[in-house]
């Protein structure tokens, strides 16, 4: 059975500073995705990562992909307020297609 | 173009009611899927579905749960006889025919048993 497993579950940052969320997985995927969610709200797609060493940014945060370790992380550049969500890592698995998500981070950037 | 549609955003039911929650998902895109989110949890796959037909229910609670997407018209998620622990986030995402390709999410509906 796959699982997704993200560390740390909560984080608190101060605004300037750099952080990395990790994203393990079990086993072979065809795709990882990054979610953002405010709260209350649906899930805003961040990145999609498609191979291995794939490595996107946008903004502030950067997102990568190791296959042959089952890790992706997303980095996050001198962080800001407007940063705080919770986000989350989601594996795709084809035949059928379903997304198995992680159990998410919550972020929270402080003056 | 719209996107993935959820209707309604907000549900209330109270204990033994029946829940209906309805996805229209985005122009051109046969495939929804299901998925549901209890509070401070991740989302957990429910069901995929495709135009008339049941992909996968491997998520779906064995009991009082059903969904269909019928030909013409929304997905609807179904649950009869609602307890308080089926209070969710439930969640629609859909993609396009083909295979291997990303899924948009709509709004959610957010359903309370009281």
């Known amino acids: 059975e796959l699982k997704v497993e993200q560390n740390p579950l909560f984080l608190s940052m101060q605004e300037g500073k750099n952080y990395t969320i990790y994203c393990n997985y079990s086993?072979?995927?065809?795709?990882l995705y990054w979610y953002r969610q405010d709260p209350g709200k649906s899930l805003e797609s961040l990145f999609v990562?498609?191979?291995?060493?794939a490595v996107k940014q946008e903004g502030r945060l950067m997102a990568s992909l190791d296959t042959k370790a089952r890790l992706s992380t997303l980095h996050i550049t001198a962080a800001v307020h407007d940063l705080s969500a919770t986000y989350f890592c989601a594996v795709d698995r084809s035949a059928p297609d379903k997304l198995i998500f992680g159990t998410g981070t919550r972020l929270q950037v402080f003056p | 173009n719209a996107g993935v549609m959820q209707n309604p955003r907000h549900l209330v039911r109270r204990r033994g009611q029946e829940a209906r929650l309805r996805c229209s998902p985005m122009?051109?895109?046969?495939?929804v899927y299901w998925y549901r989110q209890l509070p401070e949890e991740g989302l957990k796959f429910m069901v995929y579905?495709?135009?008339?037909?049941?992909?996968?229910e491997s998520g779906m609670p064995k009991e009082r749960f059903s969904a269909e997407f019928p030909k013409e018209g929304p997905s609807i998620l179904r649950i009869q006889q609602v307890v308080r622990g089926d209070s969710a986030a439930y969640f629609c995402a859909s993609s396009p025919l083909a295979s291997n390709t990303e899924a948009f999410f709509g709004q959610g509906t957010r359903l309370t048993v009281v």
């Open positions: 122009k051109g895109h046969s495939h």
């Open positions: 086993t072979t995927s065809d795709r």
């Open positions: 990562l498609l191979s291995n060493g």
């Open positions: 579905l495709q135009k008339e037909n049941i992909i996968d």
